[in-house]
């Protein structure tokens, strides 16, 4: 009998993942796009739909999913990201999200990565520290929902002058 390929169970969480975080998001209002080829970060691109016209109000997606999340005293979650992807994140002037799915319960949760290091800016050392890795906290009330007002807010936000402490969202203001 000849070998072949065996499946895994990360194969199996992370397809999950990326069904659920589509489904996720209702098509009345956004446009999922699911990358393919080289992955540098970027798993998804959801693009906002608004008064059925489209603006360019985009929200770029890591994906992350898991069977057993690991919930904090608070009941919020923490997950440990790839630093290189953090900074890839924070390079972007698209809002860059990390969708955390909890594949068993079928929720997605959601961490918009720039507004994260803004409000915590000392996280910008622990970037620099020579780690590999970094524990991010996901609020267990950002959960991706039909009405989704704050991902919407998050998708026409631009940000400017990142990875570093000086990364900050773009106002009319700098024109």
């Known amino acids: 009998m000849p070998k072949l390929p ?3 169970n990360s194969r199996i969480i992370g397809s999950a993942a990326r069904q659920q975080v589509h489904a996720a998001f209702s098509p009345i ?3 999922y796009h699911e990358i393919t080829g080289t992955d540098h970060g970027v ?8 008064d059925e016209e489209w603006h360019n109000h985009k929200i770029e997606g890591q994906i ?3 069977q057993t999340p690991n919930v904090l005293r608070d009941g919020n979650f923490s997950y ?3 630093i290189k992807t953090i900074n890839y994140g924070l390079s972007s002037s698209t809002a860059f999200v990390l969708f955390y799915v909890d594949v068993v319960n079928e929720n997605v949760y959601y ?3 720039q507004d994260y290091f803004i409000a915590h800016p ?3 050392d622990k970037l620099e520290n020579n780690g590999s890795k970094l524990s991010v906290h996901i609020p267990k009330d950002n959960l991706v929902s039909n009405e989704n007002f704050e991902l919407q807010q998050i998708a026409k936000s631009i940000y400017v002058e990142g990875p570093g402490r000086n990364l900050h969202k773009y106002t009319t203001e700098e024109q």
């Open 6 to 8: 065996k499946d895994c």
């Open 43 to 50: 798993d998804c691109t959801v693009e906002l739909v608004e």
């Open 80 to 82: 440990s990201m790839d």
């Open 122 to 124: 000392l996280l910008f």
């Open 111 to 113: 961490l918009p990565i």
């Open 29 to 31: 209002s956004w446009e």
């Open 64 to 66: 992350k999913g898991t």
